[in-house]
């Protein structure tokens, strides 16, 4: 559903993303890993427009992105994240908005959704991510976990074909991650695909049907988590992994990383 052919991304004299080639299935779980510094979140934000690229293009559907700046792109961006959700590390929740009022915002202002239908929507989204009870809680009366649910909910209410989530695991505690994990897999199983940045090897492998490795800005490895992650090819892979020393010898077989772009 989703193809990058040759994106290529340069920011102050650095090159974060070297010419990267990928494709994103229907019904695919991809879990994008690696070294920080490696590209991952970059590559991430550029599917669906929030990071503007040199070279390069982003087709979703019939839809496509290519070099530019936003308002030259801005009906193919548009029409992408009607198809694509993004959930930010961060979850960015409107603090003056309730669980509730977080989740039909998009949907009344975007689809121009009534309140009514928007509202009975937004509860039915917040049931399933277990939060029926939290829905007049503010971002501030909400843990770590929640806020993130919310941030979920809030992204399927556009009901999207594709779900970007960049360090989903960052802020969670072990027993909040097989809780994520499990909301995951069920949605998984509605059919919705998924890209997701993590560093968290756990939740590559029991959600991932798909891993690939990014370093230096280009991906290195891709296969199977079965594979990749217990029977990595790449020294760099291994490196990371842990499963080999990284000493001088091994780094300097493989370019060193590039830096990536500051969210905006």
Known sequence: MIEVRGLTKRYEGRTILDGISAQFGRDEVVALVGPSGGGKSTLLRCLNGLETFDAGTVQVGEHHLSPGGAKARGKEIWSIRQRVGFVFQQWHLFSHRTALGNVIEAPMHVKRQSLREATERGRELLAKVGLSNREEAYPSELSGG?????????????????????????????ERVGALITL???LRTEGLSMVVVTHEMRFAHALASRVLVLHGGRIIEEGPPGEVLARPQHERTRAFLGLTPSGVATASKSPPPAGESPPG
């Open 146 to 174: 929640e806020q993130q649910r919310v941030a979920i909910a809030r992204a399927l209410a556009m009901n999207p074909e594709v779900l970007l989530m960049d360090e989903p695991t960052s802020a969670l505690d072990p």
């Open 184 to 186: 995951l897999a069920r």
